[in-house]
């Protein structure tokens, strides 16, 4: 059982940055892409960006292309999400999501991941 926890979540103007964290306590998951997701009041959750277990490649959505990075370090088992250039649209909860598979990012629900973190929950003020 991989258990993750979200970090650095908060409230920002826009134009702002913020960097979210996914740990993993106890467990390593160097073997899992691993995903960030964002979940908006009263929309579906959507995907935001992913990272292969290597790190070596990355995939985004196009709202954020140029503006968030993922990535990882495997010495601290911890996975970041840089936001900069953040919008009010970009208000949500943002979960992180660990998986064997790589390209889990089409088909909704919970798109056949199989580990989530709770969310952190990030406003950007207009």
């Known amino acids: 059982q991989v258990q993750l926890v979200e970090s650095g979540g908060g409230l920002v103007q826009a134009g702002g940055s913020l960097r979210l964290s996914c740990a993993a306590p106890g467990r390593t998951f160097s073997t899992y892409a691993m995903y960030w997701f964002c979940q908006a009041p009263g929309k579906e959750r959507a995907f935001v960006a992913a990272?292969?277990?290597?790190?070596?490649?990355?995939y985004y959505a196009d709202s954020v292309k140029g503006r968030f990075t993922i990535s990882r370090d495997s010495a601290k088992n911890t996975v970041y999400l840089q936001m900069n250039s953040l919008k009010p649209e970009d208000t949500a909860v943002y979960y992180c999501?660990?998986?064997?598979?790589?390209?889990?990012?089409?088909?909704?629900?919970?798109?056949?991941?199989?580990?989530w973190g709770k969310g952190t929950l990030v406003t950007v003020s207009s």
């Open positions: 990272i292969t277990a290597s790190g070596s490649s990355t």
């Open positions: 999501g660990a998986d064997p598979l790589w390209g889990l990012w089409v088909g909704g629900g919970n798109y056949g991941i199989h580990y």
